[in-house]
């Protein structure tokens, strides 16, 4: 069966200081994938998505970037946090090819800018 | 921008009634799916509903599709207090992309 994994489950990290959470899925071959944020009370902002290795597209222009190194792993990054960077961030998944039936959704991270 | 508004905002009732809540959307859609999501946790994925399907079903869940007003309801019969959570519709506009709303709270009491 297929499972996603997505850590850390929260996260305070001051302003300026790196980040990277990183995003896993089992089960699957040249899954989608997908970062989303969510702000508090609000609904889900696509960041990024990605049909292939290497393969990445930005939604909304912003302080973070992603990366794909291997089929499986989703990477968000950033290199300098802004407090308007704290949020609850999600990675999903899909099947490709097509075949769109729901997302997978990992368990979030919580992360807080200060 | 937000491609789907859920109506309402947020929802109580007792246990045992009927929870119904809608969702607008602005463009053409491939299909149209509702998330569960509890505080704190990552959304679950409840039910797809195709742009030339009406109506769906899934356990105590059913979902209506109007494609002419751009507009789908959820309906939970039967509620329980497990199903407090927020409820969103996501539209697949572009094979695979989601455009998610703002959500439903419902909170159901025993």
């Known amino acids: 069966s297929q499972t996603i994994h997505q850590w850390p489950a929260t996260l305070v990290q001051p302003v300026g200081s790196p980040l990277s959470l990183e995003c896993t899925v089992e089960?699957?071959?040249?899954?989608?994938l997908y970062w989303y944020r969510q702000a508090a009370g609000r609904g889900l902002q696509l960041l990024f998505y990605s049909v292939g290795i290497g393969q990445i597209s930005s939604e909304v222009p912003q302080n973070l970037s992603a990366s794909r190194p291997q089929d499986r792993q989703f990477i968000l990054s950033s290199k300098k946090l802004l407090l308007s960077d704290s949020g609850f961030y999600l990675c999903?998944?899909?099947?490709?090819?097509?075949?769109?039936?729901?997302?997978?959704f990992g368990s979030g991270t919580r992360l807080t800018v200060v | 921008s937000q491609q789907g508004e859920e109506d309402p905002q947020a929802l109580s009732i007792q246990e045992g009634e009927n929870a119904t809540m809608n969702c607008s959307y602005k463009t053409s859609i491939n299909n149209l799916q509702w998330y569960r999501q509890n505080s704190g946790r990552g959304l679950v994925h409840l039910i797809l509903?195709?742009?030339?399907?009406r109506e769906k079903h899934s356990g105590r869940l059913r979902v209506t599709l109007d494609t002419s007003k751009k507009s789908s309801s959820l309906l939970i019969t039967a509620s329980r207090a497990a199903d407090t959570a927020s409820y969103f519709c996501a539209t697949d506009t572009s094979w695979g992309k989601l455009q998610f709303g703002a959500g439903t709270q419902v909170v159901v009491t025993p």
């Open positions: 999903a998944w899909t099947a490709s090819g097509g075949r769109f039936g729901g997302y997978t």
């Open positions: 509903i195709r742009s030339n399907e």
């Open positions: 089960g699957t071959s040249n899954p989608n």
